[in-house]
């Protein structure tokens, strides 16, 4: 699987080569992984979503 990201607002969005979309956004002092379905709004809720870590 390979995507690409750009940067929206506080969050990045990854678009995968399977039509998915993965974005990650920082909440206060958390980070939280959304995904969406392909064709699915990033507005609209997530397929499924958890919280992430970033790597130092």
Same mark, same amino acid.
């Given at each position: ?13 990854? &678009?995968?080569?399977?039509?998915? &979309? &993965? ?34």
């Amino acid at each position: 699987m390979t995507g690409s990201w750009k940067e929206e607002g506080n969050a990045a969005v990854i &678009t995968w080569n399977t039509g998915w &979309t &993965t974005k990650i956004s920082k909440n206060g002092n958390r980070y939280e992984k959304s995904a969406y379905r392909k064709g699915e709004p990033l507005t609209g809720k997530p397929a499924n979503s958890s919280d992430a870590e970033k790597a130092k």
